[in-house]
């Protein structure tokens, strides 16, 4: 297992403050479209299912599994390199949507498709946390 990767701050606008706001807390948050009900996952100004603007937000339980994921074994560029070998996940949270991520707190060899995991938030930048998972 590699060094722990120091992500660089993330660039946040106003459609995504939300998100990072609440991975400061130690929060997942979701969108939830007011006119249709989909939830999401990826933070954006209009429902991808029906064009609408009206969103609201909800806490999500910070429980899900691996989707899908690739044991990065080289990558040059800054910060990561030295990390290698490093997990880059899609996790299924409990309540459906489907982030992006790295699993860590376990060997890469030991990360399987279904594995149970829960959120786990890396420091960056002082304020700023990026949500990664563990094995539950």
């Keep these: 297992m590699g060094k722990p990767i120091e992500n660089p701050a993330p660039a946040f606008d106003w459609e995504t403050r939300f998100w990072w706001e609440g991975c400061a807390r130690g929060e997942l948050w979701l969108q ?8 999401r996952h990826r933070p954006r100004a209009v429902c991808p ?13 910070g429980r899900g599994t691996v ?11 800054p910060p990561f390199r030295g990390c290698t070998p490093y997990v880059l996940a899609y996790v299924e949270l ?12 376990c ?30």
Excluded at 32 to 37: E, L, M, P
Excluded at 94 to 105: A, I, W
Excluded at 117 to 122: E, K, L, Q, S, Y
């Design 32 to 39: 939830r479209c007011a006119a249709c009900g989909v939830l």
């Design 67 to 77: 989707y899908t994921f690739t044991v990065t074994h080289q990558n040059h560029a």
């Design 107 to 136: 060997e890469p060899d030991a990360v399987r498709v279904g594995m149970p995991v829960v959120v786990d938030f890396g420091e960056v930048q002082g304020e700023i946390a990026v949500p990664r998972f563990r094995p539950a």
């Design 94 to 105: 409990e309540e459906g949507p489907r982030v992006l991520t790295n699993v860590v707190g």
């Design 49 to 61: 299912a029906c064009l609408s603007g009206e969103v609201a937000y909800e806490q999500a339980s």
